[in-house]
Structures are given as structure tokens and as C-alpha cells.
């Protein structure tokens, strides 16, 4: 009898100490764990904001920098000018290629820029073009030009390479020819606007008697020395003597 007493007694001892809960919790159930965030104060706000504030500000300062950087790194070289002893020749121009980087953006720039300037008629535009929005960016294209102007000596044809040397810096080439092929503007321009580059066809690209003088003596000195032949003395002088004659 003793001993059956002792057995019940036991039983809910051992129960309890096996199964004893988390103070609160209900039995049988896992711990909750719960994670606290802390909320940040106005003034960790303020000073989070006023950081990425200061970070965006020195961002764009440096950013301007390189672009400042970039624009006074410029130069214009210019290897032939001969567009300048043809004053009143030329009605029209016609965009013959336009090669290199961004080809699109700079066709319709071109384009613009020459329209606005209203010094010659502009034969070829962006929106006669076919697939202009297949053209990759280092692709060229040559835009298609009316036969009635490929032999017109009153037609200027005007190509353009354009070269990205970085994100900012920019190398251009302008050539200028006539109906025949010959060149009569050639030059290469580094970071220069469109407006710098494109003077000669965009405003009145005339030639001073001054240096009518010097190119007209220079060709004399060219002919004695029978580099260049009458006829082709005589072909150059022609326009210059006009100039430096004033008719």
C-alpha cells in the first residue's frame, strides 16, 4: 500500500519537469522569437538625408568638372580651306556621309544647324531617310542624293566623322567637296561645338583681301617654280583676283 501511494505521487513530479512551459507561454508551443527595430530620431533622419545630400552634390561637382575639363581640351585643325575662294558659287549642299559615333543624333544636328543657318538649300534630311533606326552607332551611311545634284557645280557635299574617344571627349572630321570630288574644306576638330565646326557652311565663310593676297602670291610662286601649270594658276588666281579686287 506504501508503495502505490509513493507511485502516484511520483508521476505528476515527472510530468511536470518534463513538460514545464516558458513563463507566459502555452504548453507545447515554440518559443516566439520577436525583433525589435529601432525607429530612427528626427535628427538620424536629418543627418542621413543632409549625407546623401552632400554625396549627390559632390557627385555632380565632379561630373562637371570632367565636362569643364573635356571642353577646354579643344583644338581645330584645319588642313585645306579653299571654300573661301568661291564666294556666291555654291547654292545647295548636299550631306553625302556621315560616319562613327551616334550617327542619327548627328546627321539631325547637321541637318538643323544647316536649315537654320538658311545659307544653302538643303537637299537631303533625316526624315527622307529609310531604316534610320537601324543604323547602329558605329555604322556610316551615305543618304541618297538626287542625280540632278551630283554633277551640279553649284552643290557643295559635305561628310563627317565623328569619333568618342571618352564619355566626354569627342574628335571630329569635316570634308567639303565639289561636284568633281575635289576637296575644298578639310579639317579636324576635338571637342568643338557644331557650330564652331560647321562655320563654313553655316555662315558667310568669306576669304579677306589679305589673305586672298597671300594665297594669290603664293600660287605665283608655285608657277615659276612649275609645280602647278598655267591653266591651273590661272584656274585659282581667277576667283582670288575677285576678291582682293573687290568685283
Do not use: H
Not at 72 to 101: C, H, M, Q, R, T
Not at 109 to 122: G, Q, R, S
Not at 155 to 167: K, P
Request: proline residues 4%; charged residues 30%; contains cysteine.
Amino acid at each position: 500500500m506504501k508503495k502505490i501511494i509513493i507511485f502516484f505521487f511520483t508521476i505528476p513530479l515527472i510530468s511536470y519537469s518534463q513538460s514545464k512551459p516558458v513563463f507566459g507561454q502555452p504548453i507545447g508551443q515554440q518559443p516566439i522569437k520577436v525583433e525589435v527595430t529601432k525607429t530612427p530620431t528626427l535628427a538620424e533622419s536629418f543627418n542621413e538625408g543632409y549625407k546623401e545630400m552632400l554625396l549627390e552634390k559632390n557627385a555632380k561637382a565632379t561630373e562637371t568638372n570632367t565636362i569643364s575639363n573635356a571642353l577646354n581640351n579643344n583644338y581645330e585643325k584645319i588642313y585645306i580651306d579653299l571654300l573661301k575662294s568661291y564666294p556666291n558659287k555654291f547654292k545647295s549642299i548636299a550631306i553625302k556621309k556621315v560616319s562613327g559615333y551616334a550617327v542619327i543624333t548627328n546627321f539631325e544636328t547637321i541637318c538643323k544647324e544647316i536649315k537654320n543657318a538658311k545659307k544653302y538649300t538643303l537637299i537631303n534630311e533625316i526624315d527622307k531617310i529609310q531604316g534610320k533606326n537601324d543604323i547602329n552607332k558605329n555604322e556610316y551611311f551615305e543618304p541618297t542624293i538626287n542625280d540632278l545634284y551630283k554633277n551640279d557645280s553649284t552643290t557643295l557635299f559635305l561628310e563627317w566623322t565623328r569619333e568618342a574617344l571618352s564619355e566626354y571627349d569627342r574628335i571630329t572630321r569635316l570634308i567639303i567637296k565639289n561636284n568633281k570630288g575635289e576637296s575644298l574644306f578639310q579639317a579636324e576638330y576635338k571637342n568643338k561645338s557644331f557650330i564652331e565646326m560647321l562655320r563654313p557652311v553655316t555662315t558667310e565663310y568669306r576669304m579677306t583681301t589679305e589673305e586672298a593676297k597671300n594665297i594669290l602670291i603664293k600660287l605665283k610662286e608655285y608657277f615659276d617654280l612649275g609645280i602647278i601649270s598655267q591653266l591651273e594658276y590661272e584656274n585659282k588666281a581667277s576667283p582670288l583676283k575677285k576678291i582682293l579686287l573687290n568685283f
